[in-house]
T-cell receptor
Framework: SQQGEEDPQALSIQEGENATMNCSYKTSINNLQWYRQNSGRGLVHLILIRSNEREKHSGRLRVTLDTSKKSSSLLITASRAADTASYFC????????????FGKGTTLSVSS | DAGVIQSPRHEVTEMGQEVTLRCKPISGHNSLFWYRQTMMRGLELLIYFNNNVPIDDSGMPEDRFSAKMPNASFSTLKIQPSEPRDSAVYFCASSPTSTGGTGELFFGEGSRLTVL
């Protein structure tokens, strides 16, 4: 069953613009992770934010987490054509022995 | 360093045939995961192993699916008999943490299965 739901499902922007993707989830979490998937390839880990963190940065990526609203956002600043991909949030639950549950993803298209 | 290696990358088979997908995790990783990706259902967890032991197989669709991890460097996912609804991309991922889902996953490139 899906734990995370990304919004929007698809996003089209111009190079240089910022892209914001949102993720909502249902149960308590240990951490939340974002992954990128280029067409026809495997998923690549981008960033992990723990449940006691509110914001995290990595290069042009900024992730926020609001556990009271059970939501997270991924901001990509100054987007490039190479950022075109699908982006997934994944949640890790506190219970031992549970694996990451992925949302259905946001497809980002950046045109030059 | 080599990443997670999956084979075959593409498989086309006919309904009723047996399919075996293979995965070599990153050396030293002690958790291994099989996920299935379809347009309709997204990325679904099928099974995960920790130290070669299956921890959660609740995502395995039915008895036609089976997974094994005979040693730390190899895992198989078998479908017998295959059906058209099994068509999907199957991903293997590994993780260096011993508590399954708390750490970063490293994905292979996937095995695209088409069952005619």
């Amino acid at each position: 069953s899906q734990q995370g739901e990304e919004d929007p499902q698809a996003l089209s922007i111009q190079e240089g613009e910022n892209a914001t993707m949102n993720c909502s989830y249902k149960t308590s979490i240990n951490n939340l992770q974002w992954y990128r998937q280029n067409s026809g390839r495997g998923l690549v880990h981008l960033i992990l934010i723990r449940s006691n963190e509110r914001e995290k940065h990595s290069g042009r990526l900024r992730v926020t987490l609001d556990t009271s609203k059970k939501s997270s956002s991924l901001l990509i600043t100054a987007s490039r054509a190479a950022d075109t991909a699908s982006y997934f949030c994944a949640t890790s639950r506190p219970q031992a022995g549970t694996a990451l549950i992925f949302g259905k993803g946001t497809t980002l298209s950046v045109s030059s | 360093d080599a990443g997670v290696i999956q084979s075959p990358r593409h498989e086309v088979t006919e309904m009723g045939q047996e399919v075996t997908l293979r995965c070599k995790p990153i050396s030293g990783h002690n958790s291994l995961f099989w996920y299935r990706q379809t347009m309709m259902r997204g990325l679904e967890l099928l099974i995960y192993f920790n130290n070669n032991v299956p921890i959660d197989d609740s995502g395995m669709p039915e008895d036609r699916f089976s997974a094994k991890m005979p040693n730390a460097s190899f895992s198989t996912l078998k479908i017998q008999p295959s059906e058209p609804r099994d068509s999907a991309v199957y991903f293997c991922a590994s993780s260096p943490t011993s508590t399954g889902g708390t750490g970063e996953l490293f994905f292979g490139e996937g095995s695209r299965l088409t069952v005619l």
